[in-house]
């Protein structure tokens, strides 16, 4: 016979959690921060490689997409941790790595290494689809005015294509907080090892594994009323109508006006 769900648990977990757990939670969180914008950096690098006219460029750029993107990310995590010192024949992962005020282990250091490359490869489309959403014309224009390329990709064609970019950048991240459990596999201490400890030792799969979901909903929760309020923003500045927070309280009690704007 199953036994019965001890929600006990379940409620100290979600509303009683302990020290040790919330040091796992902010594991996760600057693991998938740091991982990600290691991502968009990698991936807006290999995208402009991809737009460059030199081929040995684009063809380092199809390659990184190609492997990172044709490989499980769980294999690339072992692969980074355990067999890249060996391959390279010197220590890029250390096993551990000090940064002054604090200190990484280099589990860490391999997790947020496997993350920010995969990362980068899906980044690479996402960023290349924002530059050729962007009329031709205005590269043209803005060399016609005496700009260098760089230049001109830096003022006037990645500020555009930023708005293309930043609404799947966003869903991007909201991934990246849920497959950091991953690196649980390596030996990184976050939230789902903390969720997979304390069931090795009570076997109570379901009050800790529900506890654990619980929180990452609340992560992608709160990631993603801050990614709304983003893009309302940018779509608010695309229209030119952006309120300041005197109009939109004036709009909000003004019976006349209170559905002119939503």
Do not use: C
């Not at 619980?214 to 695309?238: C, K, M, P, S």
Request: charged share 15%; glycine share 8%; hydrophobic share 55%.
């Amino acid at each position: 016979m199953l036994a019965a769900v001890d929600w006990h648990v379940v409620w100290q977990r979600i509303f009683h959690p302990d020290h040790v757990f919330f040091r796992a939670l902010y594991t996760t969180v600057y693991i998938a921060v740091v991982a990600q914008v290691m991502g968009v950096l990698l991936g807006l690098v290999a995208a402009l490689m991809r737009t460059s006219k030199v081929w040995p460029l684009r063809f380092l750029s199809g390659l990184y997409v190609l492997i990172f993107r044709g490989t499980p990310l769980l294999v690339q995590i072992f692969f980074i941790y355990y067999g890249v010192n060996l391959l390279l024949g010197f220590t890029l992962i250390p096993n551990s790595l000090n940064l002054g005020l604090f200190s990484l282990d280099g589990a860490v250091v391999a997790g947020i290494l496997a993350l920010g490359v995969n990362e980068g490869a899906y980044m690479r489309e996402i960023i290349r689809a924002g530059i050729d959403s962007i009329d031709r014309g205005q590269m043209e224009a803005a060399k016609s005015l005496g700009m260098r390329y760089g230049l001109a990709m830096r003022r006037i064609i990645l500020p555009q294509a930023a708005r293309v970019i930043i609404p799947p950048l966003g869903n991007e991240f909201n991934n990246m907080l849920k497959t950091t459990s991953l690196v649980f596999t390596i030996g990184v201490y976050e939230m789902f090892a903390d969720a997979e400890i304390h069931y090795s030792n009570s076997f109570q799969p379901v009050e800790y594994f529900l506890a654990v979901a619980f929180w990452y909903l609340v992560l992608t929760g709160v990631w993603g009323l801050i990614q709304a309020a983003i893009e309302r923003r940018l779509a608010a500045a695309e229209r030119g109508d952006e309120l300041t927070f005197r109009e939109r309280l004036t709009t909000a009690w003004a019976p006349a006006g209170a559905f002119v704007r939503r």
